[in-house]
């Protein structure tokens, strides 16, 4: 079994995630400033064999400045861990997270009120289990 920790990028906030390749469900972790510390931290704690960060696409897939800053930010992820760093496009997964945590919540199966936090590390979840349902063998 592998473990895959997966993140949502983001300048001021980073999304995590956490899945494996056995069941292929991931559950959102929590949202982070962008620092080195606390994703070291998560990392110790989960030991992943590997990392997935979500690729911020434009609609027509075209690249934008926050591409970019994501893809430094796994090739630093990579580096800095010694783990292979796979991307996922992760176009409408902010949307996708919106709906799902609605959906929770008017189902009673989230209690607490919604915070812009949950957002990021449901972005997150749906990154991974987006990654892991395309890479299934």
């Not at 992760?90 to 009673?108: D, F, I, P, W």
Request: charged content about 30%; glycine content about 8%; aromatic content about 8%.
């Amino acid at each position: 079994m592998s473990v895959f920790l997966s993140f949502d990028y983001g300048t001021k906030k980073i999304g995590v995630g956490v899945g494996d390749d056995i069941t292929r469900t991931a559950r959102a972790l929590s949202t982070v400033r962008p620092d080195w510390a606390l994703l070291g931290k998560l990392i110790a704690d989960w030991q992943p064999n590997a990392f997935v960060v979500g690729l911020p696409l434009g609609k027509d897939g075209e690249e934008q400045t926050i591409t970019r800053a994501a893809r430094e930010f796994a090739r630093t992820l990579g580096e800095r861990y010694k783990k292979p760093v796979h991307f996922c496009d992760e176009r409408y997964s902010s949307v996708a997270a919106q709906s799902s945590l609605r959906a929770q919540r008017a189902s009673g199966e989230r209690k607490h009120r919604l915070k812009a936090t949950d957002e990021d590390a449901e972005a997150a979840r749906q990154i991974l289990e987006q990654f892991l349902n395309e890479h299934a063998t």
